[in-house]
């Protein structure tokens, strides 16, 4: 779905995925890698893979687009117990696979608890929120003075109904000073919103993204 903010042609994406081709960059929330090894380490008995499925997923999005970059807008580790062996290790196996992509993770709620990644992993780690261009980018849905904000933190889903039948599908919340992004993570949940009068809301379905009618 091509949409224009703040005067940048931008790319909604069914991975739940945000492209700006002027500066070859994606962005993505809520990962939350490691979040099932928390859990396990927890006691609590969720699958595994779920650190494999986020990597595919990225790899799947680098194919599809010609990326000098990512921004992670928050919750890139679960908790601190996500830095576990076999998480790390699995990321830092993807790292080398993309050793030239720039990486940028903007610190989100989790990320306080989690700790930074570690250094070998090669991300910058900074504060929100973070500037490029007209742009502010976050992980909480605040008002950013003078910058359209990309965040996350809502995991946003949406509801849609007919005939009885309900389909409760990631959505994209635009608004005019800010965009949620869904959840990127394959274990992460989501939360139905409501948006405001000037919200416009975009569906992602396995292999598209759709306005939602006013």
Not at 9 to 15: H, T, V
Not at 90 to 115: E, F, I, K, P, S
Not at 143 to 155: I, K, M, V
Not at 183 to 197: I, L, M, S, Y
Request: with cysteine; hydrophobic share 45%; proline share 8%.
């Amino acid at each position: 779905m091509q949409i224009d903010i703040a005067g940048e042609a931008l790319e909604l994406l069914p991975a739940r995925a945000v492209w700006w081709p002027r500066e070859r960059l994606l962005m993505v929330a809520d990962v939350h890698f490691g979040k099932a090894a928390a859990f396990r380490a927890g006691g609590l008995p969720v699958p595994r893979g779920t650190t494999s499925q986020n990597l595919a997923a990225l790899d799947a999005l680098l194919a599809s687009r010609p990326a000098r970059g990512i921004v992670f807008l928050g919750d890139f580790l679960h908790a601190r117990a996500s830095q576990a062996g076999a998480t790390l290790a699995a990321l830092r196996a993807w790292r080398l696979r993309h050793r030239d992509l720039a990486l940028t993770l903007v610190r989100g709620n989790h990320d306080a608890h989690a700790g930074d990644p570690p250094a070998d992993l090669g991300l910058a780690v900074v504060d929100e929120p973070w500037y490029l261009g007209p742009f502010a980018f976050g992980h909480h849905p605040r008002e950013t003075a003078g910058s359209h904000l990309f965040c996350g933190h809502l995991h946003p889903v949406h509801h849609l109904g007919w005939g009885g039948e309900r389909l409760r599908l990631p959505c994209f919340v635009v608004g005019p000073h800010r965009t949620v992004l869904p959840a990127f993570g394959a274990f992460t949940g989501g939360h139905p919103v409501t948006p405001a009068d000037d919200d416009r809301l975009f569906v992602a379905t396995d292999d598209a993204v759709f306005a939602v009618p006013r």
